[in-house]
């Protein structure tokens, strides 16, 4: 896999992210974002404060990373990207094929969804989701497999730029795919009563 064709495919899984929810979720009320299938389940509005949640925390650290490249050069370097054990691993964990249910570390755990004002949410969704679109651009000029990030459980484990975008990406995904799951058994919860 090739750093440049990466990015490319990375920018257009996020405007097709970006155009999902501005389309599924932002003409829904109030209610409608905070309606939970189960007590035990996540919302539409608690999914995507969870994303708000782990990637604000990924995108800083990025962002730091990007901020101290200086001069700009006059092309992007492509380059083949390398996984190695913590990045396989937390891909695999995240990847929306996967029906691995792990329990959200409490740091990244959103609160109830009575708690949480929709329209704030889903601006700050769309907000960080555009920045990594953008930022993307910009890290085009790092070296994705030398450059590493920290992750949720610690400055001791950390991943491989190429691997932390490939994550994120794929994390958006797999509970987009769960919100629009919600949405599915809202409108069938709705027709039944």
């Given at each position: 896999?090739?750093?440049?064709t ?10 097709t992210?970006l ?19 189960a ?113 949720l ?41």
């Amino acid at each position: 896999m090739q750093k440049l064709t990466t990015i490319q495919d990375l920018q257009t899984r996020l405007s097709t992210i970006l155009q999902t929810v501005d389309r599924e979720f932002a003409p829904l009320s109030d209610e409608q974002l905070r309606w939970k299938p189960a007590p035990d389940r996540w919302s539409i509005v608690e999914c995507l404060q969870h994303l708000n949640l782990a990637e604000r925390f990924y995108i800083r650290n990025i962002q730091h990373k990007v901020d101290k490249l200086g001069l700009v050069q006059a092309m992007p370097t492509d380059q083949t990207l390398q996984s190695d054990w913590v990045g396989k691993a937390l891909l695999f964990a995240v990847d929306p094929q996967v029906k691995l249910k792990l329990p959200a570390p409490g740091v990244v755990r959103p609160r109830t969804a009575a708690d949480l004002i929709p329209a704030d949410v889903l601006g700050q969704f769309m907000e960080l989701q555009t920045l990594l679109h953008s930022l993307l651009n910009k890290a085009g000029y790092l070296d994705w497999n030398r450059e590493k990030v920290m992750t949720l459980f610690g400055n001791w484990v950390k991943i491989r730029l190429g691997d932390a975008f490939l994550m994120l990406v794929a994390h958006t995904e797999r509970h987009l795919k769960q919100a629009m799951r919600v949405k599915a058994e809202m409108g069938t919860f709705a027709q039944s009563n």
